[in-house]
Nanobody, 117 residues
Framework: QLQLVESGGGLVQPGGSLRLSCAASGFTLDYYAIGWFRQAPGKEREGVSCISSSDGSTYYADSVKGRFTISRGNAKNTVYLQMNSLKPEDTAVYLC??????????WGQGTQVTVSP
């Protein structure tokens, strides 16, 4: 069964850190571009970061640049999102997406991140 599972979310104080994981089963993430998205209540889903399948190039939304880092795990079929200096406005459900082409496009179920004193 092809599946993406996010983990690592939780409750953290402002200024704290979390590392989210996006683990794949049934397919190899190496051949997919991986994106992290987030959706807060009442807001549209927004792209946070992504990493290419070809040369490992990365992209970050301006709101997280310098604070978040996306990376591929070594031989663990997992992509990580290291989130530092978290702010209350980072509170959202974080979802990962793996896409190779329109026919190979998978989403995880999401993990909740709450940043609160």
């Amino acid at each position: 069964q092809l599946q993406l599972v996010e983990s690592g979310g939780g409750l953290v104080q402002p200024g704290g850190s979390l590392r989210l994981s996006c683990a794949a089963s049934g397919f190899t993430l190496d051949y997919y571009a991986i994106g992290w998205f987030r959706q807060a209540p009442g807001k549209e889903r927004e792209g946070v970061s992504c990493i290419s399948s070809s040369d490992g190039s990365t992209y970050y939304a301006d709101s997280v640049k310098g604070r978040f880092t996306i990376s591929r795990g070594n031989a663990k079929n997992t992509v990580y999102l290291q989130m530092n200096s978290l702010k209350p406005e980072d509170t959202a459900v974080y979802l990962c997406n793996a896409k190779a082409n329109p026919h190979y496009d998978y989403w995880g179920q999401g993990t909740q991140v709450t940043v609160s004193p």
